[in-house]
């Protein structure tokens, strides 16, 4: 290690003041230079980066270093000739400051800034920007009171409340950078009892659980954040639940301006008591988000509860009250962790994929069910010799392997009627029977129009559904 006399400081530290006080070697301003001895054995401060095998006080000083402010490296500090800033090797646990979430510059990036800002655990939400609607296309559903209804891909909505009229759809009011949200609409106010309320509501499969490890001690914590407005601002709630509605955590959330989409995150800690499904095909976990809720679902907040909660006597609950009142769902996230990286897409493909494990439809994306279309239809067609034909059967297979063995129907090509097919030799319909419904398809069979000719051709539209 270089050896350097007070003679020749100057030489070490160029220009740059110094003092000596009998016990430590002050090199720079007081507070933001370099201290050699003194009480606390050496102190480097004002950002500056250190590199080689320097000592202070017998004490490496890259060691656990413990950055400030902005680390520069452009400085021409040197030590014997060589350049401290040069290719520095730090030993131990050095610390700087975190970035915030987003920044894309040279600064150094901590490991909880890559945590936070990498893909981070699996977002568990299927259909996370909402913009997969195979069954509705965006067509407007009218709720029929505690039926939850799904009206997007992934997700339900439903309510009770006495006089009240209520519908949802997707909605293109969405938060800048998003395509879509889940609109829910009070077309008709309604009165708020004990029991009445107001959901979105999206199930979770077992199987996407068994990391969670909820029910046992090692459960661990969720992230969960999601994109929210609604034209009445005011205290609205969530919930985890469990999918017998035993177990819930409800939280609260406050839109400040109505009509201003907002991103919340809500940190969920991990569940060690109840029954939790973290395996198979069924429903394990529901994330409810609340407009309005009464007494009867009213729990204490940020706290694990045995029960059906999803709000707290902290909600304003004006919605399910107001006629015209409406309240958006927009992208959201959940997944293993106390932080929420952004929402973010992996792929399209990914996203219909993951929607069509529990619904998927022979038409085309954007086109309704029972549209009078050939366009991706299934077809029989049969050139014989006879004209005596007493049964044809059609074979349907699925792009993606369902949850569960689903519910079929086919679409006439001709009028669009479910449960039909089209028979094209004299344009009419035929009621099949379905037969072998699995998890990769089914088939229908049904009888063509008497005397039929020497070509018989049938087309239908299907639809398999297996949401939990």
Same mark, same amino acid.
């Given at each position: 290690?270089?050896?350097?006399?007070? $003679?020749?400081? #100057?030489?070490? &530290?160029?220009?740059?003041?110094?003092?000596?006080?009998?016990?430590?070697?002050?090199?720079?301003?007081?507070?933001?230079?370099?201290?050699?001895?003194?009480?606390?054995?050496?102190?480097?401060?004002?950002?500056?980066?250190?590199?080689?095998?320097?000592?202070?006080?017998?004490?490496?000083?890259?060691?656990?270093?413990?950055?400030?402010?902005?680390?520069?490296?452009?400085?021409?500090?040197?030590?014997?000739? +060589?350049?401290?800033?040069?290719?520095?090797?730090?030993?131990?646990?050095?610390?700087?400051?975190?970035?915030? $979430?987003?920044?894309?510059?040279?600064?150094?990036?901590?490991?909880?800034?890559?945590?936070?800002?990498?893909?981070?655990?699996?977002?568990?939400?299927?259909?996370?920007?909402?913009?997969?609607?195979?069954?509705?296309?965006?067509?407007?559903?009218?709720? +029929?009171?505690?039926?939850?209804?799904?009206?997007?891909?992934?997700?339900?909505?439903?309510?009770?409340? $006495?006089?009240?009229?209520?519908?949802?759809?997707?909605?293109?009011?969405?938060?800048?950078?998003?395509?879509?949200?889940?609109?829910?609409?009070?077309?008709?106010?309604?009165?708020?009892?004990?029991?009445?309320?107001?959901?979105?509501?999206?199930?979770?499969?077992?199987?996407?659980?068994?990391?969670?490890?909820?029910?046992?001690?090692? #459960?661990?914590?969720?992230?969960?954040?999601?994109?929210?407005?609604?034209?009445?601002?005011?205290?609205?709630?969530?919930?985890?639940?469990?999918?017998?509605?035993?177990?819930?955590?409800?939280?609260?959330?406050?839109?400040?301006? !109505?009509?201003?989409?907002?991103?919340?995150?809500?940190?969920?800690?991990?569940?060690?008591?109840?029954?939790?499904?973290?395996?198979?095909?069924?429903?394990?976990?529901?994330?409810?988000?609340?407009?309005?809720?009464?007494?009867?679902?009213?729990?204490?907040?940020?706290?694990? !509860?045995?029960?059906?909660?999803?709000?707290?006597?902290?909600?304003?609950?004006?919605?399910?009250?107001?006629?015209?009142?409406?309240?958006?769902?927009?992208?959201?996230?959940?997944?293993?962790?106390?932080?929420?990286?952004?929402?973010?897409?992996?792929?399209?493909?990914?996203?219909?994929?993951?929607?069509?494990?529990?619904?998927?439809?022979?038409?085309?994306?954007?086109?309704?069910?029972?549209?009078?279309?050939?366009?991706?239809?299934?077809?029989?067609?049969?050139?014989?010799?006879?004209?005596?034909?007493?049964? &044809?059967?059609?074979?349907?297979?699925?792009?993606?392997?369902?949850? $569960?063995?689903?519910?079929?129907?086919?679409?006439?090509?001709?009028?669009?009627?479910?449960?039909?097919?089209?028979?094209?030799?004299?344009?009419?319909?035929?009621?099949?029977?379905?037969?072998?419904?699995?998890?990769?398809?089914?088939? !229908?069979?049904?009888?063509?129009?008497?005397?039929?000719?020497?070509?018989?051709?049938?087309?239908?539209?299907?639809?398999?559904?297996?949401?939990?």
């Amino acid at each position: 290690m270089a050896t350097y006399t007070v $003679a020749n400081l #100057a030489d070490v &530290f160029g220009s740059t003041a110094w003092s000596f006080d009998g016990s430590s070697f002050l090199i720079g301003t007081a507070g933001v230079g370099i201290v050699i001895g003194g009480a606390t054995g050496g102190d480097i401060a004002n950002s500056v980066n250190l590199t080689g095998g320097y000592y202070i006080n017998g004490t490496s000083i890259f060691a656990s270093p413990q950055f400030t402010g902005t680390v520069n490296a452009t400085v021409g500090y040197t030590i014997g000739g +060589t350049s401290i800033f040069a290719s520095p090797a730090l030993t131990g646990t050095p610390t700087a400051p975190t970035a915030s $979430a987003g920044t894309n510059t040279t600064q150094l990036a901590t490991t909880a800034f890559v945590q936070a800002n990498s893909g981070g655990s699996a977002n568990k939400l299927c259909n996370p920007f909402c913009d997969i609607d195979q069954a509705n296309e965006g067509a407007t559903v009218v709720l +029929t009171s505690n039926t939850p209804t799904y009206i997007i891909d992934g997700c339900k909505a439903d309510f009770v409340a $006495a006089g009240a009229a209520v519908s949802a759809q997707r909605s293109t009011n969405a938060p800048t950078g998003f395509p879509n949200s889940l609109e829910l609409i009070v077309t008709t106010g309604g009165t708020l009892a004990a029991g009445a309320f107001a959901v979105l509501q999206q199930p979770i499969e077992g199987a996407d659980l068994i990391d969670t490890a909820f029910g046992t001690a090692s #459960a661990q914590p969720l992230a969960v954040s999601f994109w929210f407005t609604a034209t009445i601002a005011g205290v609205y709630s969530g919930a985890i639940q469990n999918a017998a509605f035993t177990r819930s955590y409800p939280f609260n959330f406050t839109l400040a301006s !109505a009509n201003v989409w907002q991103l919340f995150t809500v940190t969920i800690p991990g569940d060690t008591s109840g029954t939790w499904v973290t395996s198979g095909a069924s429903a394990g976990m529901y994330l409810t988000i609340c407009g309005s809720g009464g007494s009867t679902f009213q729990s204490t907040v940020n706290t694990w !509860a045995g029960g059906n909660f999803f709000a707290t006597s902290s909600n304003t609950n004006s919605l399910i009250t107001t006629t015209g009142a409406q309240m958006f769902l927009g992208p959201r996230r959940l997944g293993i962790g106390t932080s929420s990286p952004p929402i973010a897409r992996q792929s399209f493909e990914s996203d219909l994929s993951f929607c069509q494990r529990y619904y998927e439809k022979s038409y085309n994306l954007g086109t309704a069910l029972g549209t009078v279309t050939s366009v991706g239809c299934a077809s029989f067609e049969l050139q014989a010799s006879s004209s005596v034909l007493e049964q &044809f059967g059609m074979q349907f297979f699925f792009a993606v392997k369902k949850r $569960a063995t689903p519910t079929c129907a086919t679409y006439s090509t001709v009028t669009g009627t479910v449960n039909k097919v089209a028979d094209l030799t004299d344009a009419s319909d035929r009621t099949p029977s379905y037969g072998a419904q699995g998890q990769s398809g089914f088939f !229908a069979v049904a009888s063509p129009a008497p005397n039929p000719t020497a070509f018989l051709s049938m087309q239908a539209h299907w639809t398999a559904d297996a949401r939990p």
